[in-house]
Antibody, heavy 120, light 106 residues
């Protein structure tokens, strides 16, 4: 059974940094395309970043480009999102999502999310 | 960036009725549109991908249609568990984008 478990969220001051994690089970991260999608409180979904199946390519929303880095540790089967220069508008629940093997860039498995709050 | 506009923002219906949710793209996305359902406190769930293909385990009362810039999610017979927020998403070009959502309420 595919499972995704995010962790590492919390309260961080504006300008600060945070790394969130997504532990995957039931499949091999090394051959799977993965993404981060966020949702600000009471708002809609916003795609943040993706990494392709072999890890060679990464993609970012303009709103986080240059500040966030997606990566993975295949030995730990874990996906990461390193966030720097955090702003109040980065406050959101961050979901990791596995892309469908049938059609890339759609998300058929999601974690439960981890809340990142940027506030002084 | 492809902007997806969903309408209406809210749809008030009763169990047993049918729902038609619209998603309009600012530029053509060919076949590459998906629909998700999200209930309060839960992660989204993939319902439809590539405009009309149902994801694994999705009931037949959910169907997708459309092409180019205009897409529709139809729920043919609303069950109590279908009251939720629905989002469309395109994968035709980067950045991936979602619509603002349609809330189907009782």
């Amino acid at each position: 059974e595919v499972q995704l478990l995010e962790s590492g969220g919390g309260l961080v001051q504006p300008g600060g940094s945070l790394r969130i994690s997504c532990a995957a089970s039931g499949f091999t991260l090394a051959s799977s395309a993965m993404s981060w999608v966020r949702q600000a409180p009471g708002k809609g979904l916003e795609w943040v970043s993706s990494i392709n199946d072999n890890g060679a390519y990464t993609y970012y929303a303009d709103s986080v480009k240059g500040r966030f880095t997606i990566s993975r540790d295949t030995s730990k089967n874990t996906l990461y999102l390193q966030m720097h220069s955090l702003r109040a508008d980065d406050t959101a629940v961050y979901y990791c999502a596995k892309e469908s093997v049938r059609a890339t860039h759609y998300f058929d498995y999601w974690g439960q999310g981890t809340l990142v709050t940027v506030s002084s | 960036e492809v902007v997806l506009t969903q309408s209406p923002a809210t749809l008030s219906l009763s169990p047993g009725e049918s729902a038609a949710l619209s998603c309009r793209a600012s530029q053509g996305v060919t076949c590459c549109l998906a629909w998700y359902q999200q209930k309060p406190g839960q992660a989204p769930r993939l319902l439809i991908y590539d405009t009309l293909k149902r994801a694994t385990g999705i009931p037949a009362r959910f169907s997708g249609s459309g092409s180019g810039t205009d897409f529709t999610l139809t729920i043919s017979y609303l069950e109590p568990e279908d009251f939720a927020v629905y989002y469309c998403q395109q994968r035709s070009s980067w950045p991936l984008t979602f619509g603002g959502g349609t809330k189907v309420e009782l």
